[in-house]
């Protein structure tokens, strides 16, 4: 019988997948931390989890019994690989469940801020009729910049193209005669592109490369009044110079749905003309949990029975 641990809420469909998977047998315990996160990996032989709970090297350090931990979603930020590789624990994520919904949420924030969608909403419900405050933008015939033509930034190209806005992409893995097949006008660097885009959009992990890729330096090349966009990772776009960016002027509107720190609760962007912010939203949908659920379940169910490793993201 394998054993099987669930440490943050997952859709009821991955859970009835457990429940049907032969020799199996699962229990959900969220909300572990420390000494509780380690002995409890130490009763299991594989691990679901999504972000909440943090697989640190202090906890994987003396897991014996675990094989293997599946990331339901993308990001594995909460999972160290380096020691989860040291204790001989296989890191798997379900890179594909979420990319419609989270390239939805980038589209959604980029039209939402362009017509100030959160703040007429505000103003009507404490009882103001502002039509003169919010004259929008208009989306059409305007240019984006995508930073990441991965299965997320993709989707988002193909949508903004759908909007008829033109579409710059950034990505060191895509070839330009590939981006040009895709009607992406491919550039050679991130810098590069910053100068011509109304909008910028990041869908790429957090790395070192991806770090403060806009920071104080590129609001000097950055086109007055370029709108930005993130649903990836907190951190990619240095919070501070975004802050300094909207004051100046030099930046129309930032939406974002991650943050450097999360939880986020109180950012000096909050309440910023021009900001709009979600609480890292952009897999929360009920057909992207339940695709990350089902994937997740049947990764870790088929590596426990028959050792097949499928989007391991071990690093030593
Ligand atoms: C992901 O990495 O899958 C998304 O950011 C959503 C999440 O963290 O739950």
């Known amino acids: 019988m394998h054993k099987v641990i669930v440490l943050d809420d997952l859709a009821q469909d991955g859970l009835d997948l457990l429940d049907q998977a032969d020799d199996f047998e699962y229990e959900v315990r969220t909300g572990l931390k420390g000494d509780d996160l380690r002995n409890a990996l130490n009763e299991f032989d594989g691990a679901i989890c999504r972000s909440g709970v943090k697989l640190t090297p202090d906890v994987l350090d003396g897991v014996r019994q675990l094989k293997a931990v599946v990331r339901a979603g993308v990001g594995t930020d909460n999972i160290d690989k380096p020691a989860a590789t040291k204790a001989g624990v296989v890191v798997m994520n379900t890179p594909a469940g979420n990319t419609l919904s989270t390239a939805e949420h980038a589209i959604t924030l980029m039209l939402a801020m362009s017509r100030n969608v959160a703040p007429a909403n505000q103003g009507l419900v404490e009882g103001r009729w502002d039509r003169k405050k919010y004259m929008g933008t208009q989306v059409a015939g305007k240019t984006l910049g995508v930073v990441g033509l991965g299965r997320i930034g993709l989707e988002v190209a193909k949508r903004a193209q759908a909007l008829e806005m033109k579409v710059l992409g950034y990505d060191p893995f895509m070839s330009k ?140």
């Open 177 to 316: 005669q590939r981006a040009e097949e895709l009607g992406i006008e491919h550039v050679d660097t991130v810098d590069g592109m910053l100068p011509h885009v109304d909008y910028l959009t990041v869908h790429t992990p957090l790395t070192d490369e991806t770090r403060n890729m806009v920071n104080v330096t590129q609001l000097e090349i950055l086109k007055p009044g370029v709108r930005l966009i993130n649903c990836a990772r907190g951190g990619i776009y240095n919070e501070n110079a975004l802050v300094e960016g909207l004051k100046s002027g030099k930046i129309a509107g930032v939406a974002l749905d991650v943050y450097e720190e999360e939880p986020c609760t109180d950012s000096p962007l909050f309440g910023m003309p021009g900001v709009l912010c979600t609480p890292h939203l952009g897999a929360s949908t009920e057909e992207a949990q339940t695709q990350v659920a089902v994937e997740a379940v049947h990764l870790l169910t088929d590596f426990l029975a028959n050792g097949t490793i499928r989007h391991s993201v071990n690093v030593a």
